[in-house]
């Protein structure tokens, strides 16, 4: 068999999808099946505008919280913290081991350890001049 590397420029949903595959035979053979379910918590304005939330997912019985985004007349109000112990208590429902996220140095990476999350590890320059810091928090063992 030949096999020869191809950059594609504008990748498809169908190039994505045919990557994806063998990664994921050979996940499952080796961790077992996992379902991804998508969670959000919307903040919303009286108009029922959504101005930020959380987005999240559950895999292999961990929750990943992908975007976190409260708006600025919601800052220092609690509304992060309320997001934050909502999704924990669903992951807690959904018998997650823990869950896990990464921020930027400019965001909010005291926020997370405040709310018990321990860094497990970071990337210095991303973006040039800071940090991403990834943090996770088990929920069991």
Same mark, same amino acid.
């Given at each position: ?10 990748? =498809?949903?169908?190039?994505? =999808? ?16 996992? =379902? ?21 997912? =559950? ?83």
């Amino acid at each position: 068999m030949n096999l020869r590397i191809e950059l594609s420029q504008n990748p =498809t949903e169908e190039e994505r =999808t045919a990557i994806l595959a063998p990664l994921r035979a050979h996940n499952v053979a080796n961790a077992g099946p996992s =379902t991804f379910e998508p969670i959000a918590l919307l903040v919303r304005d009286e108009h029922d505008a959504i101005l930020g939330g959380l987005y999240a997912h =559950t895999f292999y019985r961990w929750l990943f919280i992908e975007l976190l985004a409260v708006p600025e007349q919601g800052r220092g109000k609690g509304i992060g913290s309320q997001l934050m112990q909502r999704a924990e208590d669903l992951a807690r429902e959904k018998d997650c081991v823990g869950i896990w996220l990464d921020t930027f140095s400019f965001q909010a990476p005291e926020f997370y350890k405040k709310l018990g999350f321990s860094e497990c590890g970071e990337i210095l320059d991303y973006p040039l001049g800071h940090k991403r810091h990834f943090f996770q928090k088990r929920l069991i063992g």
